[in-house]
């Protein structure tokens, strides 16, 4: 059974940075697509970047600059690194995995973690 799991969240001072970690269980093997979303409050979902299974990273043009993705198959964990933390990041950030890992554009996630609280402080 697949699971996801993130950690790391929490309340942070604008300004600050922090570290998410996403825990992926259950795959029998490495290929596989991995993302970051977040959900901001009364917003819809957005997509922060995808990694295909060889860490090779795809951003939003949005976010590209702010955040750092990285992989580790070894550790089976997707991480996501947030600089100069503002309010607007607040929200909950999401991990999600499904395709092959080596075509992940329009991939359709089959699976989802609980995600994690973000709240930015001023």
């Known amino acids: 059974q697949v699971q996801l799991k993130e950690s790391g969240g929490g309340s942070v001072q604008e300004g600050g940075s922090l570290m998410l970690s996403c825990a992926a269980s259950?795959?029998?093997?490495?290929?596989?697509?991995l993302g970051w979303y977040r959900q901001a409050p009364g917003r819809d979902r957005e997509w922060i970047a995808t990694?295909?299974?060889?860490?090779?990273?795809n951003y939003s043009d949005k976010y590209k600059d702010q955040f750092t993705v990285s992989r580790d198959n070894a550790k089976n964990t997707l991480n996501l690194q947030i600089h100069k933390l503002t309010p607007a990041d607040t929200g909950i950030y999401y991990c999600?995995?499904?395709?092959?890992?080596?075509?992940?554009?329009?991939?359709?996630?089959?699976?989802w973690g609980q995600g994690t609280q973000v709240t930015v402080s001023s």
């Open positions: 990694s295909y299974y060889d860490n090779n990273i």
């Open positions: 259950g795959f029998t093997s490495k290929y596989y697509c």
């Open positions: 999600a995995a499904g395709g092959n890992g080596a075509v992940c554009p329009g991939t359709v996630y089959s699976h």
